[in-house]
């Protein structure tokens, strides 16, 4: 069955950075996206970005420009979000998310059909 | 700040139907079915109910639905249950964000 299994809880401080890993099986992983998506305390879902598994490309939502690196191991199946320059704001749980793509051009769809268990990043001086 | 709007609660009792609304902008998100729909229970993670306005994945109950019509899209859950409380998001293709991914504002389902 499909995993996305999630690295554990992160507390950091102000202007540090952080990693998340997101290891995926049970599916082809060069075949799928995978997106990130936070949520801070109380509030909604915000898309941050994905990441092409087959030759690492990568698109970042505008506000988390120049913040956010979203990188891949192929060898383990596992995709990576780091994100540097912790503000207290970015507290939130951080999740990693399985997207298809259109078959022959492997662009991304707008779904997310599997989700990791989430990673809650808190940041505190 | 999301461009999708959703009321911020919806109730009902057991076994009526109820129906979540998800407002978009005529000119991108009226134009595409790229709506999803996503059940989160609390302190869990997001599940996919719905995908390209009313697909239902694999192993979906039936008792949820989707459709659109025009810059509304909406998620009907038929026979409420008990386990159906929860927070309910849409998403959508837009072109107010960089890369067109948006989710609304959610909302709270609850089983009277």
């Known amino acids: 069955q499909v995993q996305l299994v999630q690295s554990g809880a992160e507390v950091k401080k102000p202007g540090a950075s952080v990693k998340v890993s997101c290891k995926t099986s049970g599916y082809t992983f060069s075949g799928y996206y995978i997106h990130w998506v936070r949520q801070a305390p109380g509030q909604g879902l915000e898309w941050m970005g994905w990441?092409?598994?087959?030759?690492?490309?990568?698109k970042y939502e505008q506000k988390f420009q120049g913040r956010v690196t979203l990188t891949r191991d192929t060898s383990i199946s596992t995709a990576y979000m780091e994100l540097s320059r912790l503000k207290s704001d970015d507290t939130a749980v951080y999740y990693c998310?399985?997207?298809?793509?259109?078959?022959?051009?492997?662009?991304?769809?707008?779904?997310?059909?599997?989700w990791g268990q989430g990673t809650l990043v808190t940041v505190s001086s | 700040q999301s461009a999708l709007t959703q009321p911020a609660s919806v109730s009902g009792s057991p076994g009526q139907s109820i129906t979540i609304s998800c407002t978009g902008t005529a000119s991108d998100f009226g134009a595409y079915n790229y709506v999803s729909w996503y059940q989160q229970h609390p302190g869990k993670a997001p599940k996919l109910m719905i995908y390209d306005v009313f697909n239902r994945p694999s192993g979906v109950s039936n008792r949820f639905s989707g459709s659109k019509s025009g810059n509304t899209a909406s998620l009907t859950i038929s026979g409420l249950q008990a386990e159906d409380e929860a927070d309910y998001y849409c998403?959508?293709?837009?072109?107010?964000?960089?890369?067109?991914?948006?989710f609304g504002t959610g909302t709270t389902v609850t089983v009277l």
């Open positions: 998310a399985r997207g298809p793509a259109a078959p022959g051009t492997f662009w991304p769809l707008y779904y997310f059909d599997f």
């Open positions: 990441i092409n598994p087959n030759n690492g490309g990568t």
């Open positions: 998403s959508s293709y837009t072109s107010i964000t960089t890369y067109n991914y948006v």
